[in-house]
């Protein structure tokens, strides 16, 4: 495996972002998970995709993608 990028703590709350730990099950289910609704908004399917998108990142970086 190569060298896992460590999430800097001090600039990811310089982005004003929080922690959060989810179990792999949890993270699995949300990277795959779209709840947009047929009529929703631009933004809301950008927010959707970021949200699923960072949870199969955190998964990759851990080994655990399916
Ligand atoms: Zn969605």
New binding site residues.
């Given amino acids: 495996m190569t060298a896992v990028e460590l999430t800097d703590s001090k600039s990811e709350q310089e982005k004003g972002r929080v922690p959060l730990w989810l179990d792999p099950d949890d993270l699995w289910w949300l990277s795959r ?4 609704p047929p009529d ?1 908004s631009e933004e ?2 950008d ?3 970021r949200i ?1 998108f960072r949870a199969s990142a955190a998964l990759h970086k851990h080994g655990l993608e399916h």
Avoid at 33 to 36: F, G, K, T, V
């Fill in positions: 998970h779209c709840c947009c929703a809301e399917h927010r959707c995709g699923r």
